[in-house]
């Protein structure tokens, strides 16, 4: 078996892995659509730099536009090949594809230029392997185990050279005037919106208070500003009476902007509103 086969495989049983946990809502039975929507979700939280590399290669973004936008109003069949590839063992050859297909199940070592210039390709399915090579201070054991994706190195540091490395960090922190407690102990009590969702903040940091507010961990956590277009599913099921979207105007533009939950707008504090058939007809299907 290749490289390339090899990392196929590997991308298919950690999938099946997956499937069933964080993101199941979009992996479990992955629709084309679902695919779409995990991307933008994949894409809005991460900061890996490779991975922003592979949205980019496979996207091609316009730099100057929102590009979660771009995602969304990507066509939804270019994901339909992702589909039958996790369901359907159809094949997949181009890279950008497989290695998007990596992210959105976690699948590691990526992209394939990484994995292909690693040993993890190597590991053959009937070997179990272990090497165990000691140093003065160091303990390295590698497994090469059936599974790829269980791949791993593991590195155990003698006591004395753990406790030594303590000591240095807390000496060099306390040099450079940082505190313990603040370092491990952030003060986090307040929220404040930016761009597109909210942050923690220290309010006895701020200077200006205006838009923060105290902690609320469900905002913080799951309320966010979306982009939408005409292939946003905007009803769970097609039920105009269950909406998955809301909106309001934005106080200094006008222009509508759309939000993942009901509540207050973040910066002029109105109610959010349902969305409806009227106003994607009127707002959003005429602004492709």
Request: charged residues 30%; hydrophobic residues 35%.
């Amino acid at each position: 078996m290749n490289a390339l086969d090899t990392y196929k495989k590997g991308v298919k049983n950690k999938y099946e892995e997956e499937k069933s946990k964080e993101y199941s809502d979009y992996l479990l039975n992955p629709s084309p659509a679902k695919l779409k929507r995990l991307c933008a979700l994949m894409f809005e939280h991460t900061t890996v730099h490779s991975d922003l590399a592979i949205f980019k290669k496979f996207f091609n973004f316009n730099e100057s536009e929102d590009k979660i936008r771009q995602i969304m109003c990507f066509d939804t069949d270019k994901f339909r090949p992702f589909q039958n590839f996790l369901l359907k063992n159809t094949d997949i050859s181009q890279t950008e594809s497989l290695d998007l297909i990596a992210v959105l199940v976690g699948f590691e070592p990526r992209p394939y230029r990484k994995f292909r210039n690693t040993d993890g390709y190597e590991i053959i399915s009937n070997v179990r392997e272990i090497e165990l090579t000691t140093d003065k201070n160091v303990e390295s054991i590698r497994v090469k185990p059936k599974n790829i994706s269980d791949f791993a190195t593991v590195k155990k540091w003698s006591l004395k050279k753990k406790l030594l490395i303590g000591f240095l960090s807390v000496l060099i922190l306390a040099s450079l005037g940082f505190s313990l407690k603040s370092i491990c102990f952030p003060t986090k009590n307040g929220i404040v919106w930016t761009k597109d969702h909210f942050v923690a903040v220290d309010l006895a940091d701020l200077e200006n208070i205006d838009n923060a507010q105290p902690m609320n961990q469900s905002l913080l956590d799951d309320f966010k500003k979306i982009a939408v277009c005409d292939t946003t599913t905007f009803f769970k099921n097609g039920d105009k009476n269950q909406p998955l979207i809301w909106y309001g105007k934005d106080p200094s533009t006008g222009e509508y902007e759309y939000f993942n939950q009901p509540g207050l707008h973040p910066v002029s504090g109105r109610t959010l509103k349902k969305i409806t058939p009227y106003i994607i007809d009127k707002y959003i299907r005429t602004n492709k």
